[in-house]
């Protein structure tokens, strides 16, 4: 039986992992196992920059928050190695693993979770292959401002016209 203190540590790392998991929009489980520490270091700094929070689990811990925040589907999936990539950006985290999974052939995606739900590697891989928020929101923007856009030219080749049509005029009573 652990001491009180190591129980009470653990409890608390289930705790934080449990946070962790239920304020993530998505995060992927990944099996690191053979990655030497030049990459895994590389493939740490640049999910940072990506605003991804990466970091080794332990199976046990790992179960006991999914289990408290209802992603019991992850259970299966939670042995060997395991890393967790998780973010608030639903895209950021599928991405970011997927890249260096393309890279590496020792990353392999074990699962993912998208807003409560447990998703295959496939789904992952497919969720990676969306564009990020910002683009999405960038296309959208760019769809409402196309008809103003078009409006404007319209408009412009009205007065465009009018200009043309009083500039001849002008010249046709210049020369009588």
Do not use: H, W
Request: aromatic share 2%.
């Amino acid at each position: 039986m652990p001491s009180n203190s190591v129980l009470l540590e653990k409890q608390q790392i289930v705790a934080d992992l449990a946070a962790k998991l239920q304020n993530a929009s998505a995060g992927v489980l990944v099996d690191y196992r053979g990655i030497n520490v030049a990459d895994d270091t590389a493939m740490r700094a640049d999910m940072r920059k990506a605003g991804v929070d990466y970091a080794v689990v332990k199976n046990t811990l790992t179960r006991l928050a999914a289990k408290q925040v209802g992603l019991d589907g992850l259970d299966e999936c939670l042995n060997g190695t395991t890393a967790m990539a998780v973010s608030e950006d639903p895209v950021a985290s599928a991405k970011a693993i997927c890249e260096y999974a393309k890279k590496n052939d020792k990353i392999k995606i074990k699962a993912g979770f998208v807003d409560g739900r447990v998703i295959t590697p496939e789904e992952v891989k497919a969720l990676a292959e969306l564009p990020s928020k910002e683009v999405l929101i960038a296309k959208v923007l760019g769809g409402f401002n196309a008809p103003i856009s078009g409006l404007v030219n319209v408009l412009n080749g009205n007065i465009r016209g009018l200009v043309v049509a009083l500039n001849a005029i002008a010249e046709q009573k210049q020369s009588a």
